[in-house]
């Protein structure tokens, strides 16, 4: 249920920021009205607003398929609320490497759930490591999907050649999984365990 409100919110706030520039202005993370104006809302507000159609639907999608499981376990864990800090925290944690790298370029801007979604995806692969999931309508375990995305997204972070910030997705990934680790340790344990004896389903 949690994740639904989420993924509403989020579609809701990005819509409105499309129709009203000022407000994506406003909410978008731009560093250097973090460094000079004292707005670390940014930091936040950031993942609830996305570049267009194509980038909101990928992350939400992600999002409703991932986020009920991570929802589930979290709330076993700490309760209902305990998940929505997890998400937004994600969010904050996410971006901040791409913050300190940017924070005195003018230049720069950043938006988007995806830090967050990572988080996500990665409490997800450590509990269910070879979950088959669909890439492009192609079956690929989860664990696999894993380290091709950390690869990739180290990789792209590298060479910089794109508007896609590959950092956060980085970020996002090691924070969720070091969430669940500190929430539960012993599902370190069961993620050595699964990924011991491989079944595909």
Do not use: C, K
């Amino acid at each position: 249920m949690l994740t639904l409100v989420l993924i509403a919110v989020t579609v809701l706030v990005s819509w409105q920021a499309w129709q009203r520039p000022r407000l994506l202005e406003r909410l978008i993370l731009w560093p250097p009205a973090i460094d000079r104006q004292r707005q670390y809302d940014r930091l936040l507000t950031h993942g609830f607003i996305h570049a267009d159609w194509q980038h909101l639907l990928f992350n939400m999608i992600t999002l409703f398929f991932f986020g009920r499981f991570a929802e589930q376990l979290v709330t076993a864990m700490i309760g209902p609320v305990g998940f929505v800090l997890f998400y937004l925290s994600a969010i904050v944690i996410a971006i901040l490497p791409t913050w300190l790298r940017h924070r005195h370029d003018a230049r720069y801007r950043s938006l988007g759930a995806s830090g967050a979604v990572s988080a996500v995806l990665f409490a997800f692969i450590l509990f269910n490591p070879w979950q088959l999931i669909f890439v492009f309508f192609l079956p690929v375990p989860a664990i696999l999907y894993g380290v091709f995305y950390v690869g990739y997204s180290f990789w792209m972070d590298r060479q910089g050649t794109d508007n896609v910030n590959h950092s956060a997705h980085l970020s996002g990934a090691i924070y969720g999984v070091l969430f669940m680790l500190l929430m539960e340790p012993r599902i370190g344990a069961h993620f050595l365990r699964e990924l011991a004896r491989p079944s595909f389903g």
